[in-house]
């Protein structure tokens, strides 16, 4: 066989392979994109069936005076019952006067309307959501009131009744310079992960009998400001000194306890004064990556002693430590202590040997995790013998301190 017959033959050969292998690809694409088609049309019926399953099911929650709307039950609203948001707070205020389960407004619209198509149930107690009217009024005034809200800790939503949220003992390490194809820095503060239950609290709000039924307008200002002074009293308390037992773990138990001992030779005078040495102490003691973002907080009688400490032998309330430079000042409503704020909460220590008295630190470490929304159980049975009604109003929260160095606890000696 001469040369050209032989290359003759070499490419019929690899005329007859490609042909072969460009028929598989063929065959591959074929069947690819008919499994591809067979995938889609079986995804387009099944949400065909999902579709006339869910139109089934709204259907049956409508029925019942309940709208399914992104993932969550929600309040019947206007286009459903007729007359608008209003209905709502109109029939949580008709069961808080009158305890009767069916409410029916002046023109009949909400004539269907047992409390439960008309009310958002919560779960397991039995009580009713509060009106997002009333939560909104409640919310205002707590605010006004929280120390930890008035101070910027950071707000955690929850939407269960337990979470994991992560905690460190000292803070993250610096960024290291790391070289091309090198390895990489492991290091990394001691990390705990902490489950957390959000626990629930309840608060009791009475009325007399001849209020509700003379003035709902009345109860609802009354009830609003019981319930946000409460809520405020309960975080204020919980965020300073809670234990975790139970409850939040407070800035007193999850900050550095071991930071600063102040005696009468460390800016305690020995007439039983706090001194400026003391609060320069405290101040150093916190580490400078938080002074600047740092708050002080402490009870009124403490407050009232750093706001007339003095350095050293200096005569007089509010002294200097150094020219321009002064220890206590009062503007807008708060008093500042060598810049920084100072917050107040009643149930925290006195200056005692081996007691937290004195606290300073960074409330954004400081997570006070929430469930959103209040819920009420009416309860005229308790109080029937003085003519009263009870109202049970139930939240859920707790909180605690997510890095330790960022709040330095002092303690007497």
């Given at each position: 066989?001469?040369?050209?017959?032989?290359?003759?033959?070499?490419?019929?050969?690899?005329?007859?392979?490609?042909?072969?292998?460009?028929?598989?690809?063929?065959?591959?694409?074929?069947?690819?994109?008919a499994?591809?088609k067979?995938?889609?049309?079986?995804?387009?019926?099944?949400?065909?069936?999902?579709?006339?399953?869910?139109?089934?099911?709204?259907?049956?929650?409508?029925?019942?005076?309940?709208?399914?709307?992104?993932?969550?039950?929600?309040?019947?609203?206007?286009?459903?019952?007729?007359?608008?948001?209003?209905?709502?707070?109109?029939?949580?205020?008709?069961?808080?006067?009158?305890?009767?389960?069916?409410?029916?407004?002046p023109?009949?619209?909400?004539?269907?309307?047992?409390?439960?198509?008309?009310?958002?149930?919560?779960?397991?107690?039995?009580?009713?959501?509060?009106?997002?009217?009333?939560?909104?009024?409640?919310?205002?005034?707590?605010?006004?009131?929280?120390?930890?809200?008035?101070?910027?800790?950071?707000?955690?939503?929850?939407?269960?009744?337990?979470?994991?949220?992560?905690?460190?003992?000292t803070?993250?390490?610096k960024?290291?310079?790391?070289?091309?194809?090198?390895?990489?820095?492991?290091d990394?503060?001691?990390?705990?992960?902490?489950?957390?239950?959000?626990?629930?609290?309840?608060?009791?709000?009475?009325?007399?009998?001849?209020?509700?039924?003379?003035?709902?307008?009345?109860?609802?200002?009354?009830?609003?400001?019981?319930v946000?002074?409460?809520?405020?009293?309960l975080?204020?308390?919980?965020?300073?000194?809670?234990?975790?037992?139970?409850?939040?773990?407070?800035?007193?138990?999850?900050?550095?306890?071991?930071?600063?001992?102040?005696?009468?030779?460390?800016?305690y005078?020995?007439?039983?004064?706090?001194?400026?040495?003391?609060?320069?102490?405290?101040?150093?003691t916190?580490?400078?990556?938080?002074?600047?973002?740092?708050?002080?907080?402490?009870?009124?009688t403490?407050?009232?002693?750093?706001?007339?400490?003095k350095?050293g032998?200096?005569?007089?309330?509010?002294?200097?430590?150094?020219?321009?430079?002064?220890l206590?000042?009062?503007?807008?409503?708060?008093?500042?202590?060598?810049?920084?704020?100072?917050?107040?909460?009643?149930?925290?220590?006195?200056?005692?040997?081996?007691?937290?008295?004195l606290?300073?630190?960074?409330p954004e470490?400081?997570?006070?995790?929430?469930?959103?929304?209040?819920?009420?159980?009416?309860?005229?049975?308790?109080?029937?013998?003085?003519?009263?009604?009870?109202?049970?109003?139930?939240?859920?929260?707790?909180?605690?301190?997510?890095?330790?160095?960022?709040?330095?606890?002092?303690?007497?000696?």
């Amino acid at each position: 066989m001469d040369e050209k017959e032989f290359a003759r033959l070499l490419d019929m050969v690899d005329e007859r392979a490609a042909k072969r292998e460009a028929k598989r690809e063929a065959e591959a694409k074929a069947k690819a994109e008919a499994e591809a088609k067979e995938i889609e049309t079986r995804k387009t019926l099944e949400a065909e069936v999902r579709k006339d399953e869910r139109a089934k099911a709204e259907a049956e929650l409508k029925a019942e005076g309940i709208v399914w709307k992104e993932g969550k039950i929600n309040v019947v609203k206007a286009e459903n019952l007729g007359d608008g948001e209003a209905s709502y707070e109109q029939a949580f205020l008709h069961f808080c006067q009158t305890g009767d389960k069916t409410y029916v407004e002046p023109d009949g619209t909400l004539s269907q309307g047992q409390i439960k198509k008309n009310l958002v149930e919560s779960t397991g107690d039995g009580a009713f959501i509060v009106p997002e009217q009333w939560q909104n009024k409640i919310i205002l005034m707590r605010d006004k009131s929280s120390w930890p809200r008035l101070a910027g800790v950071t707000i955690f939503p929850a939407t269960t009744d337990t979470i994991n949220l992560p905690a460190e003992d000292t803070a993250p390490p610096k960024f290291t310079r790391t070289a091309e194809a090198g390895g990489l820095a492991t290091d990394d503060p001691s990390f705990a992960q902490n489950q957390l239950t959000v626990e629930a609290w309840s608060t009791s709000v009475q009325a007399s009998r001849q209020l509700l039924a003379d003035n709902i307008g009345g109860f609802e200002t009354y009830y609003n400001q019981r319930v946000a002074r409460g809520l405020a009293q309960l975080e204020s308390y919980y965020c300073a000194i809670g234990d975790g037992s139970n409850a939040h773990t407070g800035v007193f138990a999850g900050g550095d306890t071991d930071a600063i001992t102040i005696d009468t030779d460390h800016g305690y005078s020995s007439d039983g004064f706090i001194t400026g040495e003391a609060l320069w102490a405290v101040y150093y003691t916190l580490g400078e990556g938080y002074r600047n973002d740092a708050v002080w907080l402490c009870n009124g009688t403490t407050a009232k002693e750093i706001a007339t400490a003095k350095i050293g032998d200096n005569a007089g309330s509010n002294a200097y430590a150094f020219p321009g430079v002064q220890l206590a000042s009062f503007a807008g409503g708060r008093l500042n202590v060598l810049g920084r704020p100072l917050f107040e909460q009643g149930d925290i220590d006195d200056f005692a040997a081996n007691k937290g008295f004195l606290a300073l630190g960074v409330p954004e470490f400081y997570y006070l995790i929430e469930r959103e929304g209040l819920s009420v159980l009416r309860d005229p049975y308790s109080r029937a013998n003085t003519g009263e009604v009870c109202f049970h109003v139930f939240a859920r929260q707790t909180g605690l301190v997510t890095v330790e160095e960022s709040w330095v606890i002092a303690s007497g000696s």
